[in-house]
């Protein structure tokens, strides 16, 4: 199957600072890469929808200055958390699809957040 | 937009015994059905999928039916094993929405008992 790597697995962070979250799929191009955040004991949330090329579509109440998504390349997003606060701490998923084929989504292996 | 809706939201099953999860989706143009298992700490493993052309689907321990008509699509897994343990995620994916987007249900913390 299709890999996805997120880095870095773990990060810790002040109040105020910016942190960054890279997403990429290692042997497949993708236009498309999706952004989730994911709350301990619930469900994945979508946050937003990486385009590469242009600028990323954000879901409903999701902060798109406090969220800044970079899709540069078929095989890398980007996401930045500015001015991290502790209520920001979370884990934050990412998944690519194939370029033009199916709709399997190859998710990465999640980037836990803590802002202290 | 699509909402996905899961059921229970914690299954408790013995070993060997079968554990049966449902979900029910609310847009009829979503056409690809994954279901995904999260252990602690990681991100979600694609366990199995179907498409909305197929009625339905087995993989060994691991079987998938979907119901177009009534929106509602089933994991079941037979002789349960305690590494089956974890949470299990149903999903529903739409062409329409761009990039084929994936919605996930709540999940189902699944505890299989030795």
Not at chain 1, 63 to 79: P, R
Not at chain 1, 87 to 101: M, P, Q
Not at chain 2, 45 to 68: M, P
Not at chain 2, 79 to 99: I, K, R
């Amino acid at each position: 199957g299709a890999v996805v790597s997120q880095h870095p697995s773990r990060v810790i962070c002040k109040s105020g600072t910016s942190v960054k979250i890279e997403c990429r799929s290692l042997d497949f191009q993708a236009t498309t890469m999706f952004w989730y955040r994911q709350f301990p004991k619930q469900s994945l949330m979508l946050m937003a929808t990486s385009n590469e090329g242009s600028k990323a579509t954000y879901e409903q109440g999701v902060e798109k200055d406090k969220f800044l998504i970079n899709h540069a390349s078929l095989t890398l997003s980007t996401l930045t958390v500015t001015s991290a606060h502790p209520e920001d701490s979370s884990f934050y998923i990412c998944s690519a699809s194939k370029t033009g084929l199916g709709t399997e989504a190859f998710f990465g292996q999640g980037t836990r957040l803590t802002v202290v | 937009g699509e909402n996905v809706e899961q059921h229970p939201s914690t299954l408790s099953v013995q070993e060997g015994d079968s554990a049966v999860i449902k979900c029910t989706y609310s847009d009829s143009a979503s056409n690809y059905f994954p279901w995904y298992k999260q252990e602690l700490g990681k991100g979600p493993q694609l366990i199995i999928d179907i498409r909305s052309n197929v009625g339905e689907k087995k993989d060994q321990r691991i079987a998938v039916t979907l119901n177009k008509t009534a929106k509602h699509f089933s994991l079941h897994i037979t002789e349960t094993q305690p590494e089956d343990s974890a949470v299990y995620f149903c999903a529903a994916s739409n062409p329409n929405t761009g990039g084929f987007k994936t919605i996930f249900g709540a999940g189902t913390r699944l505890f299989v008992k030795a």
